[in-house]
């Protein structure tokens, strides 16, 4: 107890040096502060705060939450994070690039992230629209595809930390903008979780801190029993392009 009460203590200390000033638009994490744009708030996942940095060229700055009460799941999140982005440049997984992090850390407070192009669309959005396109789901698949398969590592497939980012040369590119990167579970599948959250709005819809709600195992079975019957045009790209081993049913 007393070793829990120690860490809780630890993590006490380092949240109170990560403060944000809502009048004067600054997040002042240690001895380090940081401007931000005064026309959006921050968008607060679940363990995360994302804040827009003033100033060009266009950033975001990732800090642990402070508000809640996981601590350590929090600070291991923000770790996880820094430490995908190898894993992410391995998998030659699309994602913004680490441009700094809390030299303070592990474990780390906070870290600046390229912000994708202005004109992207989240993911979240996309699917509560029924705006998905061919190249969305061949592009998200094959990065599922090789993730998946090697069995070393799995990635985070939350609508929401995923964004349709166009390109210069008018293509767009599904990028994730979060960094984890798990070591490979078994008992989590894509085609369990993943594949439900982007065919059903209603797990979009019903998301808490920008998290898409998590499917009931009965809520798998129903999709399994139903799968190879299905042919909606959605379901019918998912079944081009993602391996077959990772379909319902396999």
Do not use: C
């Not at 999140?77 to 440049?89: C, K, N, P, Y």
């Amino acid at each position: 107890m007393s070793e829990h009460r120690d860490e809780q203590s630890h993590y006490e200390a380092i949240k109170q040096t990560i403060n944000y000033d809502d009048d004067r638009r600054l997040v002042t994490i240690g001895e380090r502060v940081f401007p931000v744009v005064d026309t959006r708030d921050p968008a607060l996942g679940s363990k995360k705060a994302t804040y827009w940095l003033a100033g060009e060229p266009r950033r975001v700055l990732k800090t642990a939450r402070t508000d809640t009460q996981n601590d350590r799941a929090i600070f291991k999140a923000m770790d996880q994070s820094i430490a995908g982005e190898a894993i992410l440049r391995e998998l030659a997984i699309p994602h913004p690039q680490i441009l700094d992090k809390d030299s303070e850390g592990p474990p780390y407070r906070y870290y600046i992230q390229e912000a994708v192009h202005e004109g992207s669309r989240s993911a979240a959005d996309l699917i509560k629209e029924n705006a998905l396109t061919e190249t969305d789901i061949a592009q998200l698949a094959s990065y599922i595809n090789r993730s998946e398969l090697e069995k070393e590592w799995q990635i985070d497939t939350n609508p929401f930390n995923w964004y349709r980012v166009p390109k210069e040369d008018g293509t767009t590119e599904m990028t994730y903008v979060d960094g984890k990167a798990y070591p490979y579970e078994k008992a989590w599948k894509f085609r369990r979780v993943g594949l439900l959250q982007w065919t059903t709005p209603d797990y979009v819809l019903s998301a808490s801190n920008r998290s898409a709600a998590i499917p009931r195992e009965r809520q798998y079975e129903e999709l399994r029993d139903r799968w190879e019957a299905d042919t909606s045009e959605l379901s019918s790209w998912w079944k081009k392009y993602l391996d077959p081993s990772l379909q319902p049913g396999k």
